[in-house]
């Protein structure tokens, strides 16, 4: 498969925006091709378009080569790049599963491309097959999210396996959750699957949601594109300074610690009498299932507690997702909970 040959037209010429800084390499003492303010305040200079430092900081923590990683402004920016890359309005169409993020189906529906959901089963078990049967010939995307949100459960992996050898399109997997699972990630089939696309965030695990830092992996070819549809300055300055900085900082502690907590949470949670169902996680939230969730939902804010009311969405019947927090905010929940 040549993924170039998916790209919309439009994209395949595409000649990207060059920025003043893109015309020379190396050290230049006096800067005065982007018409900035001369005084130095932290701030004043663009930033690297290309985050050509950060890029090669990720790579070595990966362990994944840098022309295979595009550096976005949080997820929602690949979501939208792949449907402005390779789908045509009103012409291709995007499968994926439900329930899961909401942000793959708003970005279909801004980009004014078909959205086809394929409901997961009870237990949020993925079936292959159903998903390659909602496809056509105009399929240009399969959207999975695994560890999956808002269930918890990572995907099986045989099944992810047949759609990334059956599918003649693109999927993306999104990992936002993969560091609290005990899985390898899929970014280790890159080599194999021109097609495949990995999205991991620093939002969740690495702690760093303020920021805004996504992680696109992908074959060469799809990653630069990706580097030249977007807006130049995507990452400003201070986020690609900080998070430099924060990458030194080994977070497998904090997981660890958070991992321990969803444990509990799992064992404690289904002797509550208002919990009705407790839903495995390989995340750092859990979804569980109440008799009344509104009431149970409005009763926690009360309380001072914001939890996620999912109860509205389809096969998420009467269930509320839990954000493991700290063993007090934890312990705090468990105590009202038992209270009702
Ligand atoms: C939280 C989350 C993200 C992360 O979004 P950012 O824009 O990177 O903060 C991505 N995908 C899923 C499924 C998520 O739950």
């Known amino acids: ?5 998916l790209f919309r037209n ?21 800067y005065l ?5 001369p005084y130095d305040n932290g701030y004043n200079r663009y930033p690297d378009p290309h985050q050509k430092s950060l890029k090669e900081k990720i790579s070595a923590i990966k362990n994944i080569p840098a022309e295979k990683i595009f550096i976005s402004n949080g997820s929602d920016e690949p979501i939208d790049l792949v449907y402005r890359i390779f789908c045509e309005p009103r012409i291709h169409n995007v499968v994926s599963i439900a329930p899961t993020y909401g942000m793959y189906k708003v970005a279909a529906q801004t980009n004014d491309v078909e959205f086809r959901e394929v409901m997961l089963d009870e237990n949020f078990r993925l079936d292959s097959g159903k998903l390659l049967d ?29 759609l990334l050898e059956k599918f003649n399109g693109i999927v993306i997997i999104d990992e936002a959750y993969i560091d609290f699972a005990e899985a390898e990630s899929t970014t280790t089939l890159l ?6 696309i990995v999205l991991q965030t620093l939002s ?29 300055y995507n990452i400003n300055v201070v986020t690609q300074k900080i998070v430099s900085q924060e990458l030194e900082v080994p977070r497998d502690t904090q997981i660890k610690e958070i991992v321990t907590e969803r444990r509990n949470l799992e064992e404690t949670l289904p002797a509550i009498p208002v919990i ?32 996620r009311d999912r109860s509205k969405i389809p096969g998420c019947e009467g269930c509320l997702r839990i954000t493991v927090g700290t063993p007090e905010e934890n312990r705090r929940l468990i105590e009202i909970l038992n209270g009702l």
């Open 276 to 307: 009705k169902k407790v839903y495995p996680s390989d995340a750092n939230f859990i979804l569980v299932k109440v008799d009344e969730p509104r009431n149970v939902y409005e009763i926690l804010i009360e309380e001072g507690i914001i939890v």
């Open 134 to 162: 909602a496809a056509d010939e105009h399929t240009r995307l399969i959207f999975l999210c695994s560890p999956n949100n808002p269930s918890g459960n990572l995907l099986e992996k045989s099944e992810v396996l047949e």
């Open 10 to 30: 439009n994209i395949k010429n595409l000649a990207p925006y060059s920025t003043a800084r893109d015309e020379y390499t190396g050290d230049i003492g006096i």
């Open 191 to 196: 080599d194999q699957y021109p097609n495949l």
């Open 33 to 37: 091709d982007a018409n900035e303010n």
């Open 1 to 5: 498969m040549n993924v170039k040959d």
């Open 204 to 232: 969740k695990a690495w702690g760093l949601a303020g920021l805004r830092l996504g992680l696109a992996f992908a074959h060469p070819d799809v990653s630069t594109v990706m580097g030249r549809v977007k807006y130049p």
